[in-house]
């Protein structure tokens, strides 16, 4: 990535899409390349401009948020999207998860997490605002022992799997446990492997509903 983070923001009330735009520029590294208010030229100006990174409102006229990334997916663009919703509503978010989205804030608390969500989402980390996370957590947990599938896990991938579930990038698990990035995400593919976990974001998620039992 170069030094600076280029962003396009959509949202449809222009007045919430400056305040993002005056936290975002806070940070000297972030570029605002592009600004719309629907999802039709949201996915333009991403096409067009090939930003690093995309923050979404998730309810916007012709085409929502996820209907962009849905499209953005399609089509195999690697703009990272942040999420934006005013909606607590489970299914979207885990449609979102399922899609790739790793950035996901609701708006009311946008103000004080989005700078966060987008540093994070840039250098390849999830961001998930703490109100959104119960959605992983309510899902039935099993423990590792009563769930055949852990015991198929080394140590090492165990140790491994519960710094996902805590939202760790590559580069700090591997630090943290003094190895390789390379050996780290060797480690990630044999445990989707041995999980039957298929998708870019699934161990991710798999990470996060299992994270009491790991």
Not at 96 to 105: E, H, K, R, S
Not at 129 to 145: C, D, G, T
Not at 176 to 186: C, G, M, W
């Amino acid at each position: 990535m170069s030094q600076f983070i280029t962003i396009v923001i959509a949202d449809d009330h222009p007045i919430f899409r400056a305040g993002i735009r005056q936290v975002l520029e806070r940070d000297a590294r972030i570029r605002i390349v592009g600004e719309c208010e629907n999802g039709e030229d949201a996915l333009k100006l991403i096409f067009d401009l090939n930003p690093h990174l995309a923050v979404l409102d998730f309810q916007m006229p012709i085409m929502t948020g996820l209907d962009v990334v849905r499209r953005l997916e399609a089509t195999g663009n690697e703009t990272k999207v942040v999420l934006l919703t005013m909606l607590d509503d489970k299914k979207i978010f885990l449609e979102a998860m399922d899609l790739g989205v790793t950035g996901y804030v609701l708006k009311d608390s946008a103000v004080s997490e989005i700078l966060q969500a987008v540093k994070a989402v840039a250098d390849g980390r999830p961001f998930i605002s703490p109100f959104l996370s119960r959605f992983l957590l309510e899902k039935r947990s099993v423990s590792a022992e009563t769930l055949p599938v852990f015991k198929e896990l080394t140590p090492t991938e165990a140790r491994i799997l519960k710094l996902i579930g805590g939202l760790k990038s590559n580069q700090e698990i591997a630090e943290q446990l003094f190895i390789s990035r390379r050996t780290v995400e060797n480690h990630r593919v044999n445990m989707a492997k041995k999980l039957n976990l298929r998708g870019s974001h699934a161990l991710l998620k798999f990470a996060l509903e299992n994270k009491e039992a790991l």
